[in-house]
């Protein structure tokens, strides 16, 4: 059984960071891209970071951008989201995913297979 795991979430003041992980089990991702997508209350999932198969290629929406660092160990089959400078509209629940093989895209959420649960990031004023 395929599963991802995330963890790391939880409370933080404004300019804080935290540190989301991802741990993947039942098959390796060695060979996928991974990303970070978020959810906020009332809105649609968004696309947060993305990272490739060898760790070479980072993406990330523009709001993240010198905030936010996205970093893979594909020996251990895990994925991380450093967040630092956090704000309060990053409040969301973060999921981390896996993408298809022989797909293009980082950011579109559909090109994505394997999803986990999700963790809650609450940042507060």
């Known amino acids: 059984q395929v599963q991802l795991v995330e963890s790391g979430g939880g409370l933080v003041q404004a300019g804080g960071s935290l540190r989301l992980s991802c741990a993947a089990s039942g098959r390796t991702f060695s060979r996928n891209a991974m990303g970070w997508f978020r959810q906020a209350p009332g809105k649609q999932r968004e696309f947060v970071a993305a990272?490739?198969?060898?760790?070479?290629?980072?993406y990330y929406t523009e709001s993240v951008k010198g905030r936010f660092t996205i970093s893979r160990d594909n020996a251990k089959n895990t994925v991380a989201l450093k967040m630092n400078s956090l704000r309060p509209e990053d409040t969301a629940v973060y999921y981390c995913a896996a993408r298809k093989g022989g797909s293009y895209s980082y950011t579109d959420q559909h090109e994505y297979e394997y999803w986990g649960q999700g963790t809650q990031v609450t940042v507060t004023v």
């Open positions: 990272v490739s198969w060898s760790g070479g290629l980072t």
